[in-house]
T-cell receptor, first 117, second 114 residues
């Protein structure tokens, strides 16, 4: 099983460039989310989605856009990259997400390391 | 707002010994989920153990167990018979009812000494 697949795994951008981090899952999970991981700060939620057509902001949404046109895909767009967006990005999915009827377990991709010069 | 605090940036343990990683959280909710995730050098995030707040019994998974103190809002992870493969970053995480915003602590780096 592929699980959660993130591409690319590494990317170097120049300030002001745009790019999209791709995330796809084959587990039919309704919940998908994006995190950034920075040294000493843990993982911080950027955006999340509870189903196709539904997205919402997390803790650090500025500078990032998302959309969810299908259950499987949840791309993260950087419209104008800044050095402050240098980080490792994780996509994670869950059958339902949250503290509800399911386990709430997040299934993570392998991460994408982004460097903005 | 809910917060998760891991006050130990780094811990060391001798192989085969026991180590406890600390996690405290702040919430006004009564029902929520708590998790410990492991991140080895490969960067992959792996679920170690989870706890549902309404369950009084502490969760266990083989050598991993938690000490869940709901009133004290404490959720520590105990690793018994530590192995070299346990060396990793460990993150504590919380998610509350009616929200889908998972909150992670800053992590504890565990070193296992041979």
């Amino acid at each position: 099983n592929a699980g959660v697949t993130q591409t690319p795994k590494f990317q170097v951008l120049k300030t002001g460039q745009s790019m999209t981090l791709q995330c796809a899952q084959d587990m039919n999970h309704e919940y998908m989310s994006w995190y950034r991981q920075d040294p000493g700060m843990g993982l911080r939620l950027i955006h999340y989605s509870v189903g196709a057509g539904i997205t919402d902001q997390g803790e650090v949404p500025n500078g990032y856009n998302v959309s969810r046109s299908t259950t499987e895909d949840f791309p993260l767009r950087l419209l104008s990259a800044a050095p402050s967006q240098t980080s490792v990005y994780f996509c994670a999915s869950s059958p339902e997400g949250g503290a509800g009827s399911g386990t709430g377990e997040l299934f993570f991709g392998e991460g994408s390391r982004l460097t903005v010069l | 707002a809910q917060t998760v605090t891991q006050s130990q940036p780094e811990m060391s343990v001798q192989e085969a010994e026991t180590v406890t990683l600390s996690c405290t959280y702040d919430t006004s909710e009564s029902d929520y989920y708590l998790f410990w995730y492991k991140q080895p050098p490969s960067r992959q995030m792996i679920l170690v153990i989870r706890q549902e707040a309404y369950k009084q019994q502490n969760a266990t998974e083989n050598r991993f167990s938690v000490n869940f103190q709901k009133a004290a809002k404490s959720f520590s992870l105990k690793i018994s018979d530590s192995q070299l493969g346990d060396a990793a970053m460990y993150f504590c995480a919380y998610v509350g009812p009616g929200t889908y915003k998972y909150i992670f602590g800053t992590g504890t780096r565990l070193k296992v000494l041979a």
